[in-house]
């Protein structure tokens, strides 16, 4: 059993607009995010006393400018006005869930009272994650120059491999499209909340790298996200309904291949999946809806079968006949996902957990949701999946 159980609580959720290009800078879209977050949980700015993020922007060999394409805890520092009331603070460089789960420790152990986590996501000009140094160092020494240096291109080749063995297809695939894109059609917070898709649009969407086409990757936007966490027993005398934290499960893998094998991934997976379980004292049979990871589509059949809802070779079968729409047997991605809301490295997929769990989300609410997860990351290093539920458990 986790020593965090139930001592934490997500208490309040903001985003920032999402949109694929702000005339706003993305400092000014985060503290738009941070306080709607602060304002949801029924605080003020002044109550908080702990502030972590994940700053970092996938593009290659750029530098960054605090406030403009990365924003850091020290810059929301001095714009939230919170010089010298901070107790706690840190940014990482391991991913959303892990930061989550840094923080939801430093709450347990009383290093801060309330809590905010936060992740904000630049979209840069140009073509979107080129390449732009003239140097390819450590491993991108070996793909970069020959034009492989993007996840969907070495993602691609073990879901191409899934393919290959279990006999799924891009049809199937077609499913968990729409099911997301539904999904974002009830997200207020959804870029594509008002654009519709067929199954037509994404059989016929550009090809990326075969298997992977255009519509299987997220959504590159400029946004902001916030959670904030409390105690448990602080989350009680709050406003809303506390979102507790179960339990939950991590993975980091020593590799250093930037074109990972399935197997690495499904050892990755089930690796978090299993933690996630043990800590949090319960199974999937308990488990009403999930958010699962769709940096890339493909994502979401691993996770499925990593955490037990089905059986390795059969997630792209499972996801079938209505299983994870809304009313179906497990919902999955209900917000839409980072293929509809926008990219947000897994910081939607959180704040859904939250949402659904609480009761709080609205024309996409699940009914008779006790339990959720949320599992997130790339499955070959810094992946975390969290459990959690609307009673202590």
């Keep these: 059993m986790s020593r965090l159980k139930d001592k934490v609580a997500a208490v309040g959720v903001g985003y920032s607009a999402i949109e694929r290009t702000s005339s706003r800078s993305l400092g000014a879209l985060t503290m738009e995010a941070i306080r709607r977050a602060v304002e949801d949980a029924g605080l003020a700015i002044e109550d908080i006393d702990g502030l972590a993020t994940f700053p970092e922007i996938p593009v290659f060999g750029n530098p960054h400018v605090d406030g403009v394409d990365v924003v850091s805890t020290s810059y929301m520092v001095r714009m939230l ?3 010298g009331r901070l107790r706690w603070h840190t940014q990482t460089d391991n991913l959303v869930p892990n930061t989550f789960i840094e923080t939801a420790n430093a709450v347990a152990a009383g290093a801060c009272d309330y809590a905010v986590i936060f992740r904000a996501m ?12 003239n140097l390819a160092v450590g491993r ?31 049809e199937h695939m077609a499913t968990l499209i729409l099911n997301n894109r539904r999904n ?35 959504i590159p936007v400029d946004g902001a996200a916030a959670i904030v966490l409390t105690s448990g027993e ?11 934290v179960a339990g939950y499960g ?27 379980w043990e800590a949090a004292g ?11 990871y769709d940096g890339y589509s493909f994502f979401v059949y691993f996770w499925l079968e990593a955490c037990g809802f089905c059986k390795v070779g059969e997630a792209f079968e499972f996801i079938q006949d209505g299983r994870i729409e809304l009313e ?60 959690f539920t609307r009673e202590p458990v």
């Design 81 to 83: 006005g919170l010089e």
């Design 122 to 133: 630049h979209n840069p000009g140009g073509r979107y994650n080129a390449y732009t140094s």
């Design 140 to 170: 991108h020494q070996f793909t970069a120059p020959y034009g492989s240096h993007r996840g969907y291109q070495y993602y691609g080749s073990a879901y191409q491999r899934y393919m290959h063995l279990y006999g799924a297809t891009r």
């Design 184 to 218: 974002a059609h009830l997200n207020p917070n959804a870029y594509f909340r008002d654009v519709p898709l067929t199954k037509e649009d994404y059989m016929n969407a550009r090809m990326l790298a075969d298997p992977v086409c255009l519509l299987d990757c997220d």
């Design 234 to 244: 602080r989350a009680r005398a709050l406003p809303n309904a506390p979102a507790y």
């Design 250 to 276: 991590q993975f980091s893998s020593p590799s250093l291949s930037m074109g990972p094998p399935l197997e690495h991934l499904v050892e990755g997976a089930t690796a978090v999946a299993d933690r996630m």
């Design 282 to 292: 319960i199974g999937p049979g308990d488990i009403r809806l999930a958010q699962f």
């Design 328 to 387: 179906g047997e497990l919902p999955v991605n209900t917000f839409g996902g980072q293929l509809g809301e926008g990219r947000l490295h897994g910081m939607g997929h959180l704040a859904e957990a939250v949402l659904q769990t609480s009761g709080r989300a609205g024309e996409r609410q699940v009914r008779s949701v006790d339990a959720t997860l949320a599992a997130v990351g790339p499955m070959n290093g810094g992946s975390a999946a969290i459990v």
